[in-house]
């Protein structure tokens, strides 16, 4: 049993959106992005960016106290370092080969998004055997793709399988939700439950992020209070119900005037279809200050930022939009939210 009263902590492990690495000469200041929900002395870990192992290390949360992994979406950039995480750290986990890490996430599309209107030739899809893989059946693809490291260590070394570590699973969307991948990604829903223990129960409400679907944000409910985490999502009403009156909102942001520096004077049809994909996918600041204030959030953090390279300015202008506390996290802040005191 973990010791509750240490409380609800979120440990901003890597806070950089995008299948970048950010900065080119220099420190990278932000990683991929990964956040860990701390209740107690176990974590639960949502996405898997690249660097996530790293920065567990670096914020001392031992992967012995990992309980799920949880993953918004399919995009590399939160899912890139789920091998690294499973295979680097069975070291750190033979002790678990009873009680396995689930890793929870988006099931199989179903069919290939539609392509893009900029296309002069419909490009060839990778991988047409099977083109939209789910959470499951990427891990298991993602095991067999390590099968020669792993067998040398499994049949040489006596070390566990990461199949005996984690267990891969689809989060069901619910049948009356009216959700189909292509003409109705994002139904008006409300939350639904995907996961629950002791410490907490976790809901979860389909996003707008095209053409990926299912893509979901994520609220974590416990004894010491709420925090709610967007995903990759433009503005959705969605987003709203699932952070109604939440302590803390981790939410996505976009500096669009990045975009227009980034594609100006660019008129192939790849730089415009990406040009497209960043405005009906994504969030501003002003738009992530908007949804928390009608949510009634209690504190506002931006993560997922792209570019992971702007200076402090760029995020703060628009966060005035939002009257609570306003948080602009780096790799590794905690955002400690203390236990609520018992009614009197």
């Given at each position: 049993m973990?010791?509750?009263?240490?409380g609800?902590?979120?440990?901003t492990?890597?806070?950089?959106?995008?299948p970048?690495?950010?900065g080119?000469g220099q420190?990278?200041?932000?990683?991929?992005i990964?956040?860990?929900?701390a209740?107690?002395d176990?974590?639960?870990?949502?996405d898997?960016g690249?660097?996530?192992?790293?920065?567990?290390?670096?914020?001392?949360?031992?992967?012995?106290?990992l309980?799920?992994?949880?993953?918004?979406?399919l995009?590399s950039?939160?899912?890139?370092?789920?091998?690294?995480?499973?295979?680097?750290?069975?070291?750190?986990?033979?002790?678990?080969?009873?009680?396995p890490?689930?890793v929870?996430g988006?099931?199989d599309?179903g069919?290939?998004?539609?392509?893009s209107?900029?296309?002069?030739?419909?490009?060839?899809?990778?991988?047409?055997?099977?083109?939209?893989?789910?959470?499951?059946?990427?891990?298991?693809?993602?095991?067999?793709?390590?099968?020669?490291?792993?067998?040398?260590?499994?049949?040489d070394g006596?070390?566990?399988?990461?199949?005996?570590?984690?267990?891969a699973e689809?989060?069901?969307?619910?049948?009356a939700?009216?959700?189909?991948?292509n003409?109705?990604?994002?139904?008006?829903?409300?939350?639904?439950e995907?996961y629950?223990?002791?410490?907490?129960?976790?809901?979860?409400?389909?996003v707008?992020?095209?053409?990926?679907?299912?893509?979901?944000g994520?609220?974590?409910?416990?004894?010491?209070?709420?925090?709610?985490?967007?995903?990759?999502t433009?503005?959705?009403?969605?987003m709203?119900?699932?952070?109604?009156?939440t302590?803390?909102?981790?939410?996505e942001?976009i500096?669009?005037?990045?975009?227009?520096?980034?594609y100006?004077?660019?008129?192939?049809?790849?730089?415009?279809?990406?040009?497209?994909?960043?405005?009906?996918?994504?969030?501003s600041?002003?738009?992530?200050?908007?949804?928390?204030?009608?949510?009634?959030?209690?504190?506002?953090?931006?993560?997922?930022?792209?570019?992971?390279?702007?200076?402090?300015?760029?995020?703060?202008a628009?966060?005035?939009?939002?009257?609570?506390?306003f948080?602009?996290p780096?790799?590794?802040?905690?955002?400690?939210?203390h236990?609520?005191?018992?009614?009197?």
């Amino acid at each position: 049993m973990a010791d509750t009263e240490l409380g609800l902590r979120v440990i901003t492990l890597g806070t950089a959106g995008g299948p970048r690495w950010w900065g080119s000469g220099q420190p990278i200041r932000r990683t991929g992005i990964a956040t860990a929900i701390a209740v107690g002395d176990v974590f639960y870990l949502v996405d898997c960016g690249h660097g996530v192992g790293r920065r567990l290390n670096e914020a001392g949360l031992g992967m012995q106290n990992l309980r799920m992994v949880f993953l918004t979406h399919l995009h590399s950039d939160h899912t890139i370092d789920l091998a690294s995480l499973a295979i680097f750290g069975l070291y750190e986990m033979v002790g678990r080969t009873g009680g396995p890490v689930r890793v929870l996430g988006p099931g199989d599309r179903g069919m290939l998004p539609p392509v893009s209107s900029r296309a002069v030739v419909p490009p060839h899809p990778v991988a047409p055997h099977c083109p939209t893989p789910g959470t499951r059946r990427m891990f298991e693809t993602l095991v067999a793709a390590h099968a020669t490291d792993l067998n040398d260590r499994v049949l040489d070394g006596l070390r566990p399988s990461p199949r005996d570590l984690f267990a891969a699973e689809d989060i069901v969307v619910p049948a009356a939700s009216g959700y189909h991948p292509n003409d109705n990604p994002t139904p008006p829903m409300e939350p639904f439950e995907i996961y629950r223990d002791e410490l907490v129960t976790v809901t979860a409400v389909l996003v707008e992020h095209p053409p990926i679907a299912p893509a979901f944000g994520f609220r974590f409910e416990t004894a010491s209070g709420s925090v709610t985490i967007s995903g990759d999502t433009a503005p959705t009403a969605n987003m709203v119900r699932l952070a109604r009156d939440t302590d803390l909102l981790l939410h996505e942001a976009i500096d669009f005037d990045f975009v227009e520096r980034q594609y100006a004077g660019r008129d192939d049809e790849g730089s415009r279809a990406s040009r497209d994909h960043h405005y009906k996918s994504h969030t501003s600041v002003r738009d992530a200050a908007r949804i928390a204030t009608e949510a009634g959030a209690r504190r506002l953090a931006l993560h997922h930022l792209v570019p992971g390279t702007a200076p402090e300015a760029v995020w703060r202008a628009g966060a005035d939009q939002f009257d609570g506390e306003f948080i602009l996290p780096d790799d590794l802040d905690v955002i400690s939210l203390h236990p609520v005191p018992a009614p009197v």
